[in-house]
């Protein structure tokens, strides 16, 4: 289950006039509850113990937006998922180091790309 979540996409490259629009603060505390909301949807989809898994991910990089949102969705969650630990590729692994063993981060800085994140969530198995 993939949950394509919108950001302020604060991680683009500055190729998009759109996405540079600068709409501040607001925007981002408006966004943050759809996030979560989107997050605890996308996990209610995934069966109890499969292998599936619920991919979180924006094009930010704001911790707000991002492993802020897994941490607070995780605690709110009374252990129903589990964050599911990420293997890197070879060529990611300063990625991978960057978010942690959970995580996957990535900037225009270091990889040649906008700014990314994702996580993946596994749904543990029911009592």
């Known amino acids: 289950m993939a949950s394509n979540n919108e950001g302020d996409n604060d991680g683009n490259d500055g190729n998009d006039d759109d996405i540079n629009a600068d709409d501040g603060m607001e925007r981002l505390q408006n966004l943050l509850p759809l996030q979560q909301h989107i997050l605890s949807r996308a996990a209610r989809l995934v069966k109890p113990g499969g292998r599936l898994a619920s991919l979180y991910h924006t094009c930010s990089l704001l911790p707000k937006e991002n492993e802020h949102q897994i941490e607070n969705f995780m605690g709110y969650d009374e252990g129903e998922v589990s964050r599911w630990r990420l293997d890197p590729p070879k060529n990611f692994v300063a990625a ?32």
């Not at 960057?98 to 270091?110: F, I, K, V």
């Not at 790309?113 to 198995?125: K, S």
């Open 96 to 127: 991978f180091e960057a978010g942690g063993e959970s995580y996957l981060r990535l900037t225009s800085a270091q990889h040649g790309t906008d700014g990314f994140f994702a996580a993946v969530l596994r749904r543990n198995e029911e009592n």
